[in-house]
T-cell receptor
Framework: AAGVIQSPRHLIKEKRETATLKCYPI?????VYWYQQGPGQDPQFLIS???????DKGSIPDRFSAQQFSDYHSELNMSSLELGDSALYFC???????????FGPGTRLTVL | RKEVEQDPGPFNVPEGATVAFNCTYS??????FFWYRQDCRKEPKLLMS???SGNEDGRFTAQLNRASQYISLLIRDSKLSDSATYLC???????????FGGGTRVLVKP
């Protein structure tokens, strides 16, 4: 079965650079969620979109923005990167705003 | 009190044994609960959903105790491949963001 696709899988950036992470949800899933997981920590909810509209917001820094496009894929834009932004970034998707979320393989971001 | 709490472990389990661990939650209005499994540096994978008193899937059984506000996960006949971190997840009553419980690490040894 098709799963959530994330790209790139690994990304290395310098401080103050920008990064764009992409997420392609499971086909027919219309809701996308972004999570950040630091070393030894739980995934922390950042933001979610349902039918291309922001549906919920968590601990997302103002330096980050995200959107969901007409084909339901989502992009997380990160600017003025800081060392503390180094983490695994997971995208998850669901059908409708149900709570059974399926996670993608993640993007490992390293900020040097 | 944290919204969702788990014993971090590790639970060292002999292969073939049974292991069980709990997850407590603070929001009595929570209606659904999930167990995810996460391997090191990999994505969380949905193991089981719990909407009523419990759920069973093969060697895995989840039990919900609403009065005491905890859910448990029991693994029977443990396999080496069951070694992972098990995440208890409770959605917020409002909205659909997931709150994770910190995870319980299980190590199954030969």
């Amino acid at each position: 079965a098709a799963g959530v696709i994330q790209s790139p899988r690994h990304l290395i950036k310098e401080k103050r650079e920008t990064a764009t992470l992409k997420c392609y949800p499971i086909p027919r899933h219309d809701t996308v969620y972004w999570y950040q997981q630091g070393p030894g920590q739980d995934p922390q909810f950042l933001i979610s979109f349902y039918e291309k509209m922001q549906s919920d917001k968590g601990s997302i820094p103002d330096r980050f923005s995200a959107q969901q496009f007409s084909d339901y894929h989502s992009e997380l834009n990160m600017s003025s990167l800081e060392l503390g932004d180094s983490a695994l970034y997971f995208c998850a998707s669901s059908f409708g705003q149900t709570n059974e979320q399926f996670f993608g393989p993640g993007t490992r971001l390293t900020v040097l | 009190r944290k919204e969702v709490e788990q014993d971090p472990g590790p639970f060292n389990v002999p292969e073939g044994a049974t292991v069980a661990f709990n997850c407590t939650y603070s929001n009595s209005a929570s209606q659904s609960f999930f167990w995810y499994r996460q391997d090191c540096r990999k994505e969380p994978k949905l193991l089981m959903s719990v909407y009523s008193s419990g759920n069973e899937d093969g060697r895995f059984t989840a039990q919900l105790n609403r009065a005491s506000q905890y859910i448990s996960l029991l693994i029977r006949d443990s396999k080496l491949s069951d070694s992972a971190t098990y995440l208890c997840v409770v959605p917020r009553a409002a909205g659909n963001k997931l709150t994770f419980g910190g995870g319980t690490r299980v190590l199954v040894k030969p």
